[in-house]
Nanobody, 127 residues
Framework: QDQLEESGGGSVQAGGSLRLSCVDSGDALSSYCLGWFRQIPGKEREGVATLDHSGPGKYADSVKGRFTISRDNAKHTLYLEMNDLKPEDTAVYFC?????????????????????WGQGTQVTVSS
């Protein structure tokens, strides 16, 4: 069974950068749409960015121009490069993989297709 494990979270000041990584223990990373999502306690989970095997990445409006999603299939790893971080980016970040092929977008109406999730990594941005 595939397992996704995130790392790279931490605490930074506004304007700083972090790089999140997500390792897929299975071998399906290269075949399916992958995504990064985030959630603040008490709020709905928000799609941040998604990437399928053909690229390019698709982004939520709130992170366009600041975040970059990428993948290294040989390393079974998905990345999220986050620059110019803002306090409102503070959340637990999750990586996820689609359970079966479907449209690959971070918007809420497409979240149903993501069936494998990591445990999450905390990102805290202070002002």
């Amino acid at each position: 069974q595939d397992q996704l494990e995130e790392s790279g979270g931490g605490s930074v000041q506004a304007g700083g950068s972090l790089r999140l990584s997500c390792v897929d223990s299975g071998d399906a990373l290269s075949s399916y749409c992958l995504g990064w999502f985030r959630q603040i306690p008490g709020k709905e989970r928000e799609g941040v960015a998604t990437l399928d095997h053909s690229g390019p990445g698709k982004y939520a409006d709130s992170v366009k121009g600041r975040f970059t999603i990428s993948r290294d299939n040989a390393k079974h790893t998905l990345y999220l490069e986050m620059n110019d971080l803002k306090p409102e980016d503070t959340a637990v970040y999750f990586c996820a993989r689609q359970r079966k092929p479907a449209a690959c977008y971070p918007q809420p109406e497409f979240q149903w297709s993501f069936g494998y999730w990591g445990q999450g990594t905390q990102v805290t941005v202070s002002s």
